[in-house]
Structure formats: C-alpha cells, structure tokens
C-alpha cells in the first residue's frame, strides 16, 4: 500500500484526519493503493472481536473521487456494503450492521486506485 513513503502509508486511513486532500509532506490525509480497480484493497485488523454497529469510510476530495465507486466493505469476509460514490461526497456510512468481527477490509471498485482519508471509524464495542 505504501507507494510515496510516509505521504501514502495505510495508517493514513485511520489516522483521524479527515482532510481528504493529498498532499507531499507528513500531514497528508489520504492513503492510496499501488494496485488499482477490484485488486486494491485496505485492511484493518483488531486485537480481539469487535462489535460494529457502523463503519465510516472517507473518500478523497481533491482528485480521483469516483475511485471508491462500487468499492465492497467485508468484515471476516462477510460482504457488509457496496459504496455507491455520489460526486462531492466525503463520508460513507455503513450502518446497522450490527456484526462481530476482527477484520475490516475495503476491496477496490471498477477502476483506479483505492483512497480513503484518514477519518475512517467504527462505531461498537469490543468483545
């Protein structure tokens, strides 16, 4: 996933910024794949079982927008949502999902590579 160093790491999905603007210097908001269309994918791993009522993905807002459009959400594998990208929208929520799992992972859409900014949440408990 990390293709320019420290500007496009994975964690920069998670990291609270919500930016959506990349950017060449450290408080850039947006990770990026290096593969692009159904091959890219962004996983997030939890230490135990964790209880999801909602998960927020953030989208990038300077460029490349339409990238997360049918991009899929699976939990343990499980398909929870399929992204239906709206133009100039930043946030996408899943919700009422209510399932356990350990593992989130954000599979690419039809074309391009994969951006998420670094607001992405889960709402829940752990188990």
């Given at each position: ?42 996983s997030l791993n939890f230490p135990m079982n964790v ?42 929520v899943l919700d009422k999902l209510n399932v356990v ?27």
């Open positions: 996933i990390d293709r320019f160093g420290v500007n496009s790491k994975a964690l920069k999905a998670i990291d609270g910024n919500k930016d959506g603007h990349w950017k060449m210097s450290s408080d850039n908001s947006v990770q990026e794949t290096i593969t692009e269309g159904e091959a890219a994918w962004w209880f999801m009522h909602s998960i927020v993905i953030y989208n990038r807002m300077d460029c490349c927008q339409e990238n997360i459009d049918k991009a899929y959400v699976t939990v343990d594998g499980k398909t929870v949502g399929i992204i239906d990208y709206k133009r100039g929208k930043a946030a996408y799992g350990r593992e989130i992972t954000v599979w690419g859409g039809y074309s391009g590579k994969l951006h998420m900014a670094g607001g992405g949440g889960v709402r829940g408990t752990t188990r």
